[in-house]
Nanobody, 119 residues
Framework: QVQLVESGGGLVQAGGSLRLSCAASGSRFSIIRIYTISWYRQAPGKQRELVASITRDSSTNYADSLKGRFTISSDNAKDTAYLQMNSLKPEDTAAYYC??????????WGQGTQVTVSS
């Protein structure tokens, strides 16, 4: 099983930026089985939604509404994925979670990190 720890959340003013990190740990065997890392977010009273995802070969996918403001990346040497968020808006306020999909079909989730954007 892979363990994921998110960090980098916080309070930022509208128009500001944050970079979230998602660090993976576990056995080397479980780490190399990760195929996709995704970022999701969930605002109070709303369903969890996909923000962006990146595969081991660096293919990326974004929610249409976030293209151009958010950038997902990964550093395989550090077993860490990142989410760079620019031009933040109050509606970006949410708990942000990373998830790892492994080649055996297992999905692991982190505990989440809170992002609050003030107007």
């Amino acid at each position: 099983q892979v363990q994921l720890v998110e960090s980098g959340g916080g309070l930022v003013q509208a128009g500001g930026s944050l970079r979230l990190s998602c660090a993976a740990s576990g056995s080397r065997f479980s780490i190399i089985r990760i195929y996709t890392i995704s970022w999701y977010r969930q605002a109070p009273g709303k369903q969890r939604e996909l923000v962006a995802s990146i595969t081991r070969d660096s293919s990326t996918n974004y929610a249409d509404s976030l293209k151009g403001r958010f950038t997902i990346s990964s550093d395989n040497a550090k077993d860490t994925a990142y989410l760079q968020m620019n031009s933040l808006k109050p509606e970006d306020t949410a708990a942000y979670y990373c998830a790892a999909l492994s080649t055996n079909g297992e999905t692991s989730w982190g505990q989440g990190t809170q992002v609050t954007v003030s107007s």
